[in-house]
């Protein structure tokens, strides 16, 4: 679990996860911009908007004020 101080550098630039290896970033509290790496916006996630990382695309996140976040890795699509 990470908040805004100890949301680690190598999250808050572009990095991916390898192959076959999918994310979902779970805002416990407040928000998270999340920029996925060649699209045109970036989404604020929240408690009740979770971010979907797809294998091997670049992204990063970067706090929106105070908040605590987490991020579960699945070895398949998460959610069915």
Known sequence: MFDADTLPASLREAHSTRAGVWGVIRVLE??????????????ILSPGTPGLVTPQQPHHVEPVGPMRMQVEFYDHPPGG
């Open 30 to 43: 407040g928000c998270v911009r999340y920029h996925i790496e060649g699209k045109d916006h970036d989404v």
